[in-house]
Nanobody
Framework: QVQLVESGGGLVQAGDSLRLSCTTS????????MGWFRQAPGKERKFVAA????????SYADSVKGRFTISRDYAKNTAFLQMHSLQPEDTAVYYC??????????????????WGQGTQVTVSS
């Protein structure tokens, strides 16, 4: 059973940057998209960013477009979420996920089969 492990969360001030990492416990050979989602306290989990199987296509929520960048390193079995210009409204638990056999950067949570445990990002004003 493949597991996802997120890391890189923490407490930062508004305007700071963070890079989240999501590493699979073993290599996934099936085609897949990887995505990041976040859940703020008392709110539903929402899409943040996704990257397609080849890494050539990405998708972002409007709220993070231009500030966040998703990437993946196949050799390291890792996906990254580089976050710049963080704001208090970015405070949430961030989850990494894998959508098996999906090659485009899907925003649909229902297409994701494997989820990490989440990493907390807190942005103070």
């Amino acid at each position: 059973q493949v597991q996802l492990v997120e890391s890189g969360g923490g407490l930062v001030q508004a305007g700071d940057s963070l890079r989240l990492s999501c590493t699979t416990s073993k290599r996934i050979y099936e085609s897949n998209a990887m995505g990041w989602f976040r859940q703020a306290p008392g709110k539903e989990r929402k899409f943040v960013a996704a990257i397609g199987w080849t890494g050539a296509t990405t998708s972002y929520a409007d709220s993070v477009k231009g500030r966040f960048t998703i990437s993946r390193d196949y050799a390291k079995n890792t996906a990254f979420l580089q976050m710049h210009s963080l704001q208090p409204e970015d405070t949430a638990v961030y989850y990494c996920a894998v959508a098996y056999y999906i090659e485009h950067p899907t925003r649909d949570q229902n297409e994701y089969n494997l989820w990490g445990q989440g990493t907390q990002v807190t942005v103070s004003s």
